[in-house]
């Protein structure tokens, strides 16, 4: 599960077995990644839709 910018009522739905709701980072595209144990910070990457899309539909090497 990946949490982003989530205040305590929606950790502690969707994510109470992760522990209390940890401190907020004032960078975007900082989520909260929560495998089967503790919640870790990963860094993301912050794209528009028509970016996402070019990188998706990239298909020369280098193109990106």
């Not at 595209?29 to 495998?35: D, K, Q, T, Y």
């Not at 089967?36 to 020369?60: N, Y």
Request: aromatic share 4%; proline share 12%.
């Amino acid at each position: 599960m990946i949490l982003a910018r989530a205040g305590a009522d929606i950790w502690q739905r969707l994510a109470p077995m992760a522990g209390p709701v940890p401190k907020s980072r004032p960078l975007p595209g900082r989520p909260h990644v929560l495998p089967d144990g503790p919640a870790r910070f990963t860094q993301v990457l912050l794209t528009t839709e028509v970016e996402a899309v070019d990188r998706l539909t990239a298909t020369e090497v280098g193109e990106i």
